[in-house]
């Protein structure tokens, strides 16, 4: 048994102002809770910061990607290539529609969907070779589309992702639930593209309470195309042809019809309020984030038993997860996680890939589907990386993670 440390550091914790605190109180004593004008002006401010012509204000990340797939088609027995590292909501998804998420592994590098996994999987399905999953799936599945995932806040490339796509003739939905504020560049010298900004068809964002900014439960869904967002979006309130706003305030009419079988999905305005108040302080917050991450790279930079995240002059990093990795020279991470835990210092593992968990296993995926992240997933380890961090925290979990390595 270990000792009870005398300092201790959780995993995260969320910084919020009196700005914050006065703008939901406001919103309170307005008298409108739900869906209204502070919800509009969110989605708004939002479309502009990450260059999108529409936002769709959502209770949460998942209900954009799950939105995202309905407008696009996805019907039953196609299948859509998802990326095995990742969180369950993007293949699950994919199988609300009774279609197929075909597991991709990763890259070694930055944890994004491995293309060339991709490609041998397609070549794969159309020579008949996908043969253990459950049930098998046949030569002539229709494959429709690609969710990427950008690991941790670190962007993918999306054009090589975009001319991938465009080659097999898939739709991109993007899980950008990390990556905001976030951005990428071909080299260095060309024009910064954000999350969002045309990267896709549909991009989906998410504002969970340890996001880089957060309504506590929320999303955001955007898009270049008109027609797709009103579709969302009346599809994010039971289908219907207006919202509460629209038929409950003195310029509104009481009349609705409803257009398709929705669901409930929208943000309140309580929650949106919040969210237009971290909105300003976003740049500030991944600032915050970054100087906490350049500490640890700076600092356990050269110990021994550990390897750092990638980091890239040619992205605009989020710095919403800080995931090191064990190697052969360190302890195992059940040892090393037991030490963080005696040290007091709060951790996450990101993640057990998809393939790996019972329910795609009952599916028919293997261990062997997916090697790269097999491998990666058992000696990865997420440090508490979180805008309040004191710099008396930092150190500590340095001091910690040295220790531990090195022990």
């Known amino acids: 048994m270990g000792t009870t440390p005398s300092h201790s550091v959780p995993f995260f914790r969320p910084e919020l102002t009196e700005r914050e605190i006065a703008a939901v109180v406001a919103t309170l004593r307005s008298g409108w809770l739900t869906t209204g004008p502070r919800t509009a002006e969110f989605e708004a401010a939002f479309a502009e ?21 309905h407008t696009l088609g996805l019907a039953r027995k196609q299948a859509v290539l998802v990326p095995t590292m990742t969180f369950a909501a993007t293949a699950e998804v994919v199988r609300y529609a009774d279609a197929i998420p075909i597991l991709v592994d990763c890259r070694e590098d930055n944890l994004g969907i491995d293309l060339n996994d991709a490609r041998i999987k397609l070549e794969r399905l159309r020579r008949g ?50 990556a905001f504020p976030a951005a990428y560049r071909t080299t260095s ?28 439960e929320g999303g955001m869904a955007v898009m270049d195309d008109a027609d797709r967002a009103q579709e969302l979006r009346s599809l994010a309130l039971h289908g219907l042809s207006t919202d509460a706003w629209g038929r409950y305030t003195s310029k509104g009419s009481w009349d609705y019809r409803i257009l398709a079988p929705g669901y409930k999905y929208n943000l309140t305005d309580i929650a949106a309020a919040l969210g237009l108040e971290q909105l300003r302080r976003a740049e500030e917050l991944r600032r915050q984030r970054e100087r906490v991450a350049e500490r640890f790279l700076e600092h356990l930079k050269g110990c021994e038993g550990i390897a750092m995240p990638p980091t890239d002059t040619d992205r605009l990093h989020s710095w919403h997860l800080f995931q090191i990795r064990l190697t052969k020279a360190g302890p195992s991470r059940e040892t090393f996680l037991e030490r963080l835990r005696e040290g007091g210092v709060g951790h996450s593992v990101h993640w057990r890939p998809l393939h790996l968990h019972p329910y795609y296993q009952q599916c028919g995926w293997r ?8 491998r990666i997933w058992s000696s990865s380890v997420s440090l508490p990386i979180f805008p309040a961090m004191r710099d008396e925290e930092v150190d500590h979990v340095i001091r910690v993670v040295r220790s531990a390595a090195e022990a």
């Open 49 to 69: 910061a990450v260059g999108a012509k529409h936002a769709v204000a959502l209770n949460s990340a998942t209900a954009g990607l799950h939105l995202a797939t």
């Open 129 to 178: 070779d996908l043969s253990h999953q459950t049930p098998a799936l046949p030569a002539d599945t229709e494959v429709v589309g690609i969710l990427p995932v950008h690991v941790g806040g670190l962007m993918l490339d999306m054009d090589e992702i975009s001319a991938f796509a465009q080659q097999h003739r898939l739709w991109i939905v993007e899980d950008a639930a990390h």
């Open 367 to 374: 261990d062997t589907d997916a090697p790269t992240a097999s």
């Open 189 to 216: 010298g060309t024009p910064w593209r954000r999350a969002g900004e045309g990267t896709a068809d549909v991009s989906c964002f998410s504002f969970y309470a340890n996001k880089t900014i957060t309504t506590g």
